[in-house]
């Protein structure tokens, strides 16, 4: 069956880095895009990157252009993002996302279970 796991959250100081990533399976990874989107307290999930599935091509949400890059490894199936220049207003739950589009997949999204990233002094 189709899983996305995400590793890498944790408590980093303002200005610090953290590399978040999600291993997949049960799908062909290299054949669709992928998205990271994250949810704070209160607040509605939102989009923070998405990758093509060769890698061509990415988007990021304004908040994040410029500090955060999101990329791929289609050879081990996984989704990266690197987040530098952490903010507190940074700190949610990151969740790995996938669209399965075709009939074969019902055109069904899936997420990850999410791993917390907290930016706090």
């Known amino acids: 069956q189709v899983q996305l796991v995400e590793s890498g959250g944790g408590l980093v100081q303002p200005g610090g880095s953290l590399r978040l990533s999600c291993a997949t399976s049960?799908?062909?990874?290299?054949?669709?895009?992928m998205s990271w989107y994250r949810q704070a307290p209160g607040k509605e999930r939102e989009l923070v990157a998405r990758?093509?599935?060769?890698?061509?091509?990415?988007n990021y949400a304004d908040s994040v252009k410029g500090r955060f890059t999101i990329s791929r490894s289609n050879a081990q199936s996984t989704v990266y993002l690197q987040m530098n220049s952490l903010k507190p207003e940074d700190t949610a739950v990151y969740y790995c996302?996938?669209?399965?589009?075709?009939?074969?997949?019902?055109?069904?999204?899936?997420w990850g279970q999410g791993t917390q990233v907290t930016v706090s002094s």
């Open positions: 990758i093509t599935s060769a890698g061509g091509s990415t």
């Open positions: 049960g799908f062909p990874f290299s054949t669709f895009a």
């Open positions: 996302y996938v669209l399965l589009i075709g009939p074969a997949y019902s055109n069904r999204p899936y």
